[in-house]
């Protein structure tokens, strides 16, 4: 059965959540309370409250779209610790793509990951800052990317992965049928994309039930 709910639409960018305290290492996210949240264009530390240099902490998650099949390598350069985990649900003892943690003066750490397919991709990065200098910079390598900052254009804070009528999606786990209603026209939506345990489907009817879950 479908149920009415409001439109979700596309929000670019990262939802960031910032924290307070002293850390010497990366924290568990998950067991904090954030002080502030919010969507920023890319990783920025500059959402900060005006003032406060020292003794903070962001995560930003959102997902990125890897544009072709490929190996890719990420790499942070961060003053003082950070992670980031692509394509795995942030965990602070999950496996990290990029491990650059504890505290140091600016320093570069890397890794890599090969993807199948183009698409969007569920990522999280953590930062963390205990004192003295500061900074938090993201970096990616691929098929026809040079060296780069990761632009901004490549975060979306919600994947909504847009199907057409009788359209068959399959994902990590298990296919996805969409079928249209007879004699009218709309759009579907699956996301996240990939999924892994768990996913939604917005399903469109201009004029009728307008925007549905199932």
Do not use: C
């Amino acid at each position: 059965a479908f149920t009415p709910v409001a439109a979700a639409l596309p929000v670019n960018g990262l939802r960031y959540k910032y924290y307070e305290g002293t850390f010497d290492i990366l924290p568990d996210f998950a067991t904090l309370s954030p002080v502030k949240t919010g969507n920023s264009a890319n990783v920025d530390i500059g959402t900060r409250p005006e003032g406060v240099n020292d003794h903070f902490a962001f995560t930003w998650e959102g997902y990125i779209n890897m544009p072709a099949a490929g190996t890719y390598t990420f790499e942070t350069e961060s003053d003082d610790g950070s992670k980031v985990y692509l394509s795995t649900p942030y965990s602070v003892n999950g496996s990290s793509l990029v491990n650059n943690d504890g505290m140091h003066a600016p320093l570069l750490a890397s890794g890599n990951i090969t993807v199948t397919s183009a698409g969007l991709y569920p990522i999280t990065i953590t930062f963390f800052e205990n004192d003295g200098g500061e900074t938090m910079k993201l970096y990616w390598t691929g098929p026809g990317i040079s060296r780069q900052p990761i632009p901004d254009a490549s975060f979306t804070a919600n994947n909504v992965y847009t199907l057409t009528n009788a359209t068959v999606a399959t994902r990590q786990k298990g296919n996805v049928t969409i079928e249209t209603v007879p004699g009218k026209t709309g759009s579907s939506k699956l996301y996240p994309n990939p999924f892994v345990e768990s996913f939604m489907i917005e399903y469109y009817h201009p004029g009728t039930d307008n925007n549905r879950v199932g």
